[in-house]
């Protein structure tokens, strides 16, 4: 049998992360219990005291979930993960899993509306700073932005929705010159098209809601630790990893489970005080889109590139953003980051902005106007008034988000239908 890690990415999606034993259930079974049956107290103390592995209380870790999470681990290349029950509850216990009242955050300012709202305001609120920069700033300027107190870096590879391309490779840098850890949210290329471990990234988080699920039928996240991480160099900085956990009677995360040390302090403080486990019925449907990610993912990526291209040369149209097009204005970051594609989301303008934007919208029939994005239904959706309509004008520029942008998630269907609605569409406008 091949190592995991050196299958090829196909086989990862189709067979990583379960593998039954003689006469067990072929397909990964749905655990549905909250519990776990034991035959002494002894072995449940263990347990409890983190001196033995097994399952207690799926708040904790459930067999489904940990499952999946070895799928998607194996395909980031990463060495341990754990799902999560939206996207959203990935990048807060990512980050809240390094991070305390009194400490500061390096961010992109090309990120989900979510992510930006958790991090300026909410972790704000908490006592958590931050400074957000262009995600393609040079490696000078980043540096300007790190503070004594900074503890950890994070961006987006291919930015919802503004689709910048995060220079990873520098934001690396700079995190790791400063002492502290690169976070990337690599939701939209997934690891098909982009592996952020490659470049230097040291944590992946993921909206499994998107292409990862693939259907749009639950929401779900995950946190991905690449293990490179050294977080005993960092000692004062990083205390919840490299000094004694009382509340598990003095373990040190980091000498107990090495490269394993953040997931499992993840696991065990962070899912068992604030929960956000995801069900494991909905785990079991984002394994089952897994399996085809390889397929789906190039799908994607060829049906936006033909709209994009329609697009661009559509007289009504005013921009269109997609790297893949040569003149885009991200196509260089392309070429080293997303060499064999990107994704299926494209945006542009409509000419006539925000009331054109509308119409256009309104006339699509085949595409369907939701909040939703990359799954195989083509969709659309309209940023500035839905999922960034809490940022001012000002923010919204720095998101990267104008508003007449109509972001486009062009699905799995044949694109010649999809061109064919398009075109009707923009007869209306
Ligand atoms: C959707 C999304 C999130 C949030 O994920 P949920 O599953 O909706 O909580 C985070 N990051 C990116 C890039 C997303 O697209």
Not at 57 to 83: F, H, M, Q, S, W
Not at 384 to 395: G, L
Request: net charge negative; proline share 4%; glycine share 8%.
């Amino acid at each position: 049998m091949q190592e995991e890690k050196k299958q090829g990415l196909g086989t990862l999606c189709v067979q990583a992360g379960y593998s039954p034993k003689n006469g067990e259930p072929r397909v990964l079974p749905i655990v549905q219990s909250t519990t776990y049956k034991y035959d002494s107290s002894k072995q449940m103390g263990d347990l409890f005291d983190l001196k033995d592995t097994g399952y207690f209380y799926t708040r904790l870790a459930n067999p489904t979930n940990d499952a999946v999470a070895a799928k998607i681990t194996a395909l980031e290349g990463g060495e341990a993960g754990i799902l999560t029950s939206s996207g959203q509850a990935a990048t807060f216990y990512a980050l809240l899993n390094i991070l305390k009242a009194g400490d500061h955050i390096v961010a992109s300012s090309a990120i989900y509306g979510g992510s930006y709202n958790l991090i300026a305001h909410t972790m704000a609120d908490l006592g958590i700073e931050s400074t957000f920069v262009e995600p393609d700033v040079t490696l000078e300027e980043l540096n300007l932005a790190f503070k004594e107190n900074t503890k950890v870096v994070f961006g987006e590879s291919l930015a919802n929705p503004s689709l910048k391309i995060l220079d990873i490779e520098t934001f690396a840098k700079a995190a790791h010159e400063h002492g502290v850890p690169l976070v990337v949210d690599n939701t939209f290329p997934t690891p098909i098209f982009l592996r952020p471990f490659e470049f230097g990234a040291d944590i992946v988080t993921h909206s499994t809601t998107k292409y990862m699920n693939g259907f749009a039928n639950s929401v779900g996240g995950a946190v991905i630790d690449s293990g490179n991480f050294d977080w005993s160099l960092y000692g004062d900085k990083f205390k919840g990893l490299t000094q004694p956990d009382e509340t598990y009677h003095g373990v040190v995360f980091t000498e107990t489970f090495g490269r394993k040390a953040y997931i499992t302090k993840l696991t065990t403080t962070l899912m068992r005080d604030l929960g956000s486990i995801p069900s494991p019925q909905n785990s079991f449907y984002l394994g089952v889109g897994l399996e085809t990610l390889h397929l789906r993912m190039p799908r994607h990526f060829e049906n936006a590139k033909a709209v994009a291209e329609y697009l661009k040369g559509h007289d009504k149209i005013s921009w269109v953003n997609f790297s893949a097009l040569p003149d885009d204005s991200q196509h260089d970051l392309a070429q080293k980051y997303l060499p064999n594609g990107s994704c299926g989301v494209i945006s542009f303008g409509v000419k006539g902005g925000r009331e054109a934007a509308t119409r256009f919208m309104d006339a699509l029939q085949l595409a369907a106007v939701v909040t939703h994005v990359a799954d195989s239904r083509t969709c659309v959706l309209h940023p500035a008034s839905t999922t960034h309509r809490q940022m001012n004008d000002e923010e919204l520029e720095k998101a990267g988000v104008s508003p007449d942008l109509i972001r486009m998630s062009v699905g799995i269907e044949d694109k010649e239908d999809i061109l064919l609605d398009i075109a009707q569409a923009l007869e209306q406008v």
